[in-house]
């Protein structure tokens, strides 16, 4: 199983910035998710192995980024103009398939899961 470490999360204000980081034991196409109180996990945002495709989640369309520094096998999610109700717990996630390309948004395309940090927009 791919061994991932999360950090970067917090507590912001509304319209503030948070980066969060996912370093991997290798290099995969990687997906970020996450799971507010009493909801279900949901897509956020994914990146293919060689970072040249992206996709988001509508409303994160315009504020969020995803990027990768494959020399450190790191994926990185940049939220700006945060909004409370992007409030929840932020994981990262691997499709372990060798195409590196992505297959897919939900979960079921991803088999190892980071542990998980806190993200919090209030004021």
């Known amino acids: 199983q791919v061994q991932l470490v999360e950090s970067g999360g917090g507590l912001v204000q509304p319209g503030g910035s948070l980066r969060l980081s996912c370093a991997a034991s290798?290099?995969?196409?990687m997906g970020w998710f996450r799971q507010a109180p009493g909801k279900e996990r949901e897509f956020v945002a994914v990146?293919?192995?060689?970072?040249?495709?992206?996709s988001y989640k509508d409303s994160v369309k315009g504020r969020f980024t995803c990027s990768r520094d494959n020399a450190k096998n790191t994926v990185y999610l940049q939220m700006n103009s945060l909004k409370p109700e992007d409030t929840a717990i932020y994981y990262c996630?691997?499709?372990?398939?060798?195409?590196?390309?992505?297959?897919?948004?939900?979960?079921?395309?991803?088999?190892?899961w980071g542990q998980g940090t806190q993200v919090t927009v209030s004021s």
């Open positions: 990146i293919s192995r060689s970072g040249a495709f992206t």
């Open positions: 996630a691997v499709d372990e398939s060798s195409l590196g390309l992505v297959r897919g948004t939900t979960p079921q395309y991803f088999g190892s």
């Open positions: 290798g290099r995969y196409v």
